[in-house]
């Protein structure tokens, strides 16, 4: 496979660089050749300051092989417009990459409706600012069949398609609804693996259902929810009863722009709604990139509505780390949420997570039982 070279202008931060990185790596037809970093990429006329953009173009033309750059913010068409035109090299933004990380990860409809819904959303409102740039470079914009300029036709189209998808994805969330219904019908007890992308979800839901989902390093490798029963080998309530479901999510990530949240938001609202939530810290990595993780994925579930009574932080790679770092990282997070270090690859910690399951399903049934008429 080709593998295009990329240069990367990101923040001068240890944290930005080396997710930015990730992001680009997740493309393997991407390789990042040079990193330029910045303080500031959000002004008007390049994102980035001019000083640096004649820094790049300088060293795109010395290099001589460089085929696309990949900016670590968003940016609207009219800095991508610009750079494009001074550099005459493609511009991609933090948003447009992390669309086609999205594109090439989906496998469900409901993942890939979710992907295009956010799409849509990123082109709305390019589709005017195109238009101009257009007419201001001497292009005809043209016009419909009515008189309608064709920016006009387009930005209905996508109306349209944002409806139709939108409706789409309705009918997905009321068949999860009704899944769930029969879930709760059944007695069934869920549980729900939530956290930052790569903070190990995927291997510790593998190891509770003997299931063999794909794991990387990658961002993003899962992109929907998973659903498996608790293997019930380790006879975690001595009964032998298949009635724990494990649910699997798709990671968080920092500065996920609003409108990708909302794609996802049925998604994740329904991984919320399980009886026991565990909210993963990878605790390898150091103290800094650990507090904005959970600062980032945090943020999300309190704009989910998240219930702290259900939560509880599972502080993973546990076998990589001293028990000191640990108590400095339990230190950082909420007092009132209870915290369980785990290593799914040594089995420390597993065995008190089972007994965990298995206390908080109790209970809840305990509660059923209460309710339900006599």
């Not at 037809?29 to 300051?49: C, D, I, P």
């Not at 001074?86 to 990860?105: A, C, H, V």
């Not at 498996?228 to 032998?240: A, C, M, T």
Request: aromatic share 8%; glycine share 4%.
């Amino acid at each position: 496979m080709h593998q295009a070279n990329i240069i990367l202008v990101t923040y001068p931060e240890d944290f930005a660089i080396e997710e930015a990185k990730s992001l680009v790596e997740s493309m393997p037809e991407y390789k990042v050749v040079k990193v330029f970093t910045q303080k500031y990429l959000n002004r008007a006329k390049y994102g980035m300051g001019f000083g640096k953009a004649e820094e790049i173009k300088q060293f795109v033309s010395q290099a001589g092989n460089i085929e696309k750059i990949f900016v670590d913010e968003h940016l609207g068409a009219k800095q991508i417009f610009n750079l494009e035109e001074l550099i005459e090299i493609p511009i991609i933004d933090r948003e447009r990459l992390i669309l086609d990380i999205f594109y090439s990860r989906a496998t469900t409809n409901e993942s890939k409706l979710q992907i295009q819904l956010a799409e849509i959303q990123y082109k709305m409102p390019r589709v005017r600012e195109n238009a101009k740039l257009m007419s201001k470079s001497n292009e005809r914009v043209g016009k419909g069949g009515m008189g309608e300029y064709i920016v006009d036709v387009q930005f209905r189209d996508l109306k349209r398609q944002m409806g139709f998808v939108k409706e789409k994805l309705k009918d997905a969330n009321l068949k999860r609804h009704e899944y769930r219904k029969q879930r709760l019908r059944k007695g069934m007890f869920i549980v729900s693996l939530v956290g930052y992308t790569s903070s190990g979800k995927t291997t510790l839901f593998n190891l509770l259902t003997k299931e063999n989902k794909e794991t990387s390093a990658n961002l993003f490798t899962t992109l929907s929810t998973t659903t498996r029963s608790l293997d019930n080998s380790s006879n975690i309530d001595n009964k032998g009863d298949v009635d724990v479901l494990v649910v699997d999510t798709v990671g968080f990530i920092s500065r996920l722009p609003h409108y990708m949240i909302d794609a996802f938001k049925s998604t994740l609202e329904e991984s919320l709604e399980a009886d026991l939530i565990f909210f993963l810290i990878d605790c390898s990595e150091n103290l800094e990139d650990i507090g904005k993780k959970y600062s980032s994925c945090w943020n999300v579930l309190e704009e989910l509505k998240i219930d702290k009574s259900k939560l509880h932080i599972v502080l993973t790679k546990v076998e990589t780390t001293k028990s000191d770092k640990i108590q400095e990282i339990m230190k950082y997070m909420d007092d009132s949420i209870d915290k369980i270090a785990i290593s799914s690859k040594s089995g420390y910690g597993i065995h008190k997570l089972r007994n965990l399951i298995a206390s908080k399903k109790a209970h809840v049934k305990d509660e059923h039982s209460k309710l339900a008429p006599s």
